[in-house]
Structures are given as structure tokens and as C-alpha cells.
């Protein structure tokens, strides 16, 4: 059954890395029509070099890991895309036990035991390490460890090739990959690609609660509470014995019921923070800040301004993730106020090219113009062109939308080009 499944999962592969190069290079032979043919290279039995291997629908199944009946072709096909696969028994008989063990030791925040056992994860793929199945295993396993133990977000890249690829991934190790990009997106609003995954997934991982945890996080992001809430109370009980995925979990319901009682409010994300501060996961440093950052919105609300500047400013200073948010409720808040300091911040603190998201950069950009009393019609331009399409996708905070439509209209009334205020609204409306 182990063998069957793996030449599924070796379909998908054959099936992205096909489409891949063909993306990269144009490279016609790598269209379904010619990589199906042989060649002086690619023989296949006694097919005639330049004739198919199998018909168009056979070739789509393979990609689409549906199993086909004719074992070779795998072989085939790997081989046109230079890629290894074997099937090696004592591997197959000892990786899923481990994977258990490493996603149970990142459960408890048992960071050396996690250590360990990555270690000793590492030393039995070696003997492996050119199979391109148990690559995509290492390289998954490899970035849920750096994320949860060290805070290190994967590359933007391989997220998006991890989520092609997510089939091939076995449980419990493709629950912490959803509940990880989760986390990751909230930081990269822009990989839309991102963005929709959990959606997509959400059918098939009903009774999981590491996917749950990933769902209430996603439907939360959606702006759907309530359904964020059940997810919750779903798994309310299934991590009793786990310090970090209870805190997480009491990270979501905090964001889900902002709009309850003050003290309750406040109560609760001083206590999560204490929570995060003794958790040895290097995840929990990001995670502090988003309960910073939750803990400022509802401040701002209650009109409850010098402690929620006192918070963003310590953003400011320590959340790479944060910094541009934060200096726009800043100066959202008291553009006169918090001029000076914006603009030391710009100066010395931010590398725009070192943010992460396109979106952000963006916006720091136009930060930077602000502060150095830019042109007025150039700092429009940059909103109207650049900025609010992003906007319009709604990927990010509400807030945003209102300071740049804030600032296009203070723009607008300054050089009197109206029409940007108009076309910035347009935007906003087409979404």
C-alpha cells in the first residue's frame, strides 16, 4: 500500500516539476504534447523514438496522483525531468514514527528533543538524500522545525511549491504545514496563493486539531468569527497537556472576541504574552507581537491612545514583521505628534528592500516620502497606482485602507488633482 501511495505522490512531483521548467524556460518539450514522446535520450521499450509513451489523459491522471496501470512510465517520466525516485524499505519503515516524534516534541515545546531528533532525522536521510520524494520530505520537515523552534519564515518560494506539492506530505506533518502557513501568510498578505490554501483544505482535515487551530486562524482572517469560534471550541480540549498550542489557542479566541469586555480583554493578552515569554519556541517571539499588535487595535477603539502608542512604539523597535503597520497607526493616530520619530525610524531602522512583502515595501516607501516632504503629486501616484489595488484585495487590515484614503484626500485637497480621490474610491468600490 506504502509503494502505491508513494508513486502517487512521485505523479504529483513528475506533474509540478514538469509544469515548473515549463514556466521557466518555455521550453515546448516540456508541454504535455511533446513529453510524451521519446527520444534518442528518453527510450521506452519498443516505442519508436519520437513516438508517445501513453495518451495525453494517462499523463494528466499521473500528474494529478491518480495511480495508472503501467509502472515504467513513472520511471519515464522521472527521468525526463532528471529527477530520482526509489523506494527504499528501511526508510519507509522508520520515517514515519520519527515524523510522529518530532510533530508531537514541537506540540509540547520540547526544543531538544525536537533537536535530537531532527538530528537523527538527518543522519537516516543521508542514506537517501538523491530520492526526490524523501527531499521534498526533508525539506518540509526541515522548515517547520526552523519555524516553530527558531521563528525563521521559509522562503516565500517554497511555500508557494509546498502548497502545489501538498499532497504528497504525510500526516501529522501536513497539519503543521497548514497551520504554519497560516502563520506565514498574516505576514505575507500578497501570496494570494497562500491566502486561499486553507480554504481549499478545509474539507478534508475535519477531526484534526492542529488543522482546526489552522482553520479558526483562517476563517478569523476572513472575517468570519463565529465560524472561527466553532473551530475553537472544537478543540478546546485536545492540547490540555500542550503549553505553546494551549497559549495559541487562547491567542486566536483573544483576536476572535475583541469587541467583549475591556478588563477581560486586557487580562487575557497580558497573560498570553507572559505565556509566549517562558515558551522556548523562537515562533513565539512573532506570536507575541501579533498579541501586541491585537492589544493596540482594541486600545485605539476604546480611545485608550498613550498606552497604545507605548505598544506600537515597542513594535517599532523589535518586529521586523510589525514595523510598518505600526508606524502607520502611529501616524494615523497624531501625524504631528509622531512626525519626528517616523522619520528616524524611516531613516535608521527600515531597509525597504529587507521587507518581506511587496505590499509593505510599498508602503514604507511611501512613509519615506512623507518624511522627507516629498512631492505631493509623486506621493498620490505611488497610492493610487501602486498601493490601493493591493488594498482592494483585501488582504490587509482594514486600518490601512482608511490611512491611505485618509492621506489621498489630504493629498488631493493640496494640489487640487481631486481626481485621485475619486479614483482611489473607484477602487475600492470595484473590490
Excluded at 503501467?70 to 530520482?84: A, D, I, P, S, V
Excluded at 482546526?212 to 472575517?223: G, K
Excluded at 482594541?298 to 512604539?313: K, V
Aim: with cysteine.
Amino acid at each position: 500500500m506504502q509503494y502505491q501511495q508513494n508513486l502517487s505522490r512521485i505523479g504529483i512531483l513528475i506533474g509540478h516539476e514538469r509544469k515548473q521548467r515549463l514556466r521557466m524556460t518555455g521550453d515546448p518539450s516540456y508541454t504535455q504534447k511533446w513529453f510524451l514522446l521519446t527520444s534518442s535520450n528518453h527510450q521506452f521499450f519498443d516505442v519508436a523514438t519520437g513516438h508517445a509513451v501513453c495518451s495525453r489523459s494517462t499523463l494528466t491522471r499521473l500528474e494529478n496522483g491518480l495511480m495508472i496501470y503501467e509502472e515504467e512510465l513513472y520511471r519515464f517520466f522521472l527521468k525526463k525531468c532528471g529527477m530520482t525516485y526509489f523506494y527504499d524499505l528501511t526508510f519507509e519503515q522508520y520515517y514515519p514514527n520519527l515524523i510522529q516524534k518530532i510533530m508531537k516534541n514541537i506540540t509540547l515545546a520540547e526544543v531538544e528533543q525536537v533537536r535530537n531528533n531532527h538530528v537523527e532525522w538527518k543522519r537516516i536521510f543521508t542514506a537517501v538524500k538523491q530520492n526526490v520524494l524523501y527531499q521534498s520530505f526533508d525539506e518540509a520537515i526541515s522548515n517547520v522545525v526552523y519555524f516553530f523552534l527558531e521563528g525563521k519564515f521559509p522562503d516565500p518560494k517554497w511555500m508557494e511549491r509546498m502548497i502545489e506539492i501538498f499532497e504528497i506530505y504525510p500526516i501529522p506533518l501536513s497539519s503543521y504545514l497548514l497551520l504554519m502557513n497560516e502563520i506565514y501568510v498574516n505576514s505575507h498578505p500578497l501570496h494570494k496563493i497562500c491566502a486561499d490554501f486553507s480554504n481549499q483544505m478545509e474539507h478534508q482535515f475535519t477531526d484534526d486539531p492542529i488543522c482546526c487551530l489552522a482553520f479558526a486562524l483562517n476563517r478569523f482572517r476572513n472575517n468570519k468569527p463565529i465560524r472561527s469560534l466553532n473551530y475553537l471550541t472544537k478543540i478546546n480540549n485536545a492540547f490540555d497537556h500542550s503549553y505553546f498550542f494551549s497559549t495559541l489557542i487562547q491567542h486566536a479566541e483573544m483576536n476572535v472576541r475583541m469587541q467583549g469586555e475591556d478588563t477581560k480583554m486586557i487580562k487575557m493578552a497580558e497573560k498570553i504574552m507572559d505565556r509566549y515569554a517562558f515558551c522556548a519556541l523562537g515562533v513565539c517571539e512573532y506570536l507575541r507581537d501579533e498579541v501586541q499588535m491585537s492589544e493596540a487595535l482594541y486600545l485605539i477603539e476604546q480611545n485608550r491612545l498613550t498606552r497604545a502608542e507605548t505598544i506600537l512604539r515597542v513594535l517599532v523597535a523589535n518586529s521586523p514583521f510589525h514595523v510598518v503597520s505600526a508606524l502607520i497607526l502611529l501616524d494615523l493616530i497624531d501625524q504631528n505628534r509622531h512626525f519626528d520619530f517616523i522619520r528616524s525610524t524611516i531613516e535608521a531602522h527600515i531597509d525597504i528592500d529587507d521587507l518581506t512583502d511587496f505590499g509593505y515595501r510599498q508602503m514604507a516607501e511611501y512613509l519615506r516620502l512623507k518624511v522627507k516632504r516629498g512631492e505631493s503629486s509623486i506621493m498620490l501616484d505611488l497610492i493610487v497606482d501602486e498601493i490601493s489595488p493591493l488594498l482592494a484585495s483585501r488582504l490587509y487590515p482594514e486600518y490601512l485602507i482608511r490611512y491611505f484614503a485618509k492621506e489621498t484626500c489630504r493629498l488631493a485637497k493640496e494640489t487640487a488633482m481631486y481626481k485621485y480621490s475619486f479614483l482611489f474610491l473607484k477602487q475600492e468600490h470595484n473590490s
